[in-house]
């Protein structure tokens, strides 16, 4: 869903070629203009970096996610005193 809004002056020539670009392809201007922005950003390669980005800190951060096992039905109010434990026992700290 849209929901953000960019304003910005242009030439008159340069917003009569954009019409015309899309009445030929039978779309809207709000659609060329995202075309026009999604090929740019392609085309420059900023669209995947942030995906190649998020990508690499989700891989960095899974080192670190894990779950504790246990039968114990009150584990959430003794999880962090259960952890520092086993980080304890882990890392002789």
């Not at 390669?45 to 989700?58: H, K, W």
Request: glycine content about 4%; overall charge positive; hydrophobic content about 35%.
């Amino acid at each position: 869903m849209k929901t953000e809004v960019y304003t910005w002056r242009i030439p008159p020539a340069l917003k009569t070629s954009l019409e015309r670009e899309a009445r030929r392809r039978k779309i809207s201007m709000a659609a060329a203009l995202d075309l026009a922005a999604r090929e740019w950003l392609d085309k420059t390669g900023i669209a995947s970096d942030g995906e190649e980005e998020q990508l690499r800190l989700q891989s960095s951060a899974s080192r670190f996610l894990g779950a504790l096992a246990s039968a114990n039905p009150r584990r959430a109010e003794s999880a962090s005193q259960t952890l520092r434990q086993r980080l304890r026992r882990r890392h002789g700290r």
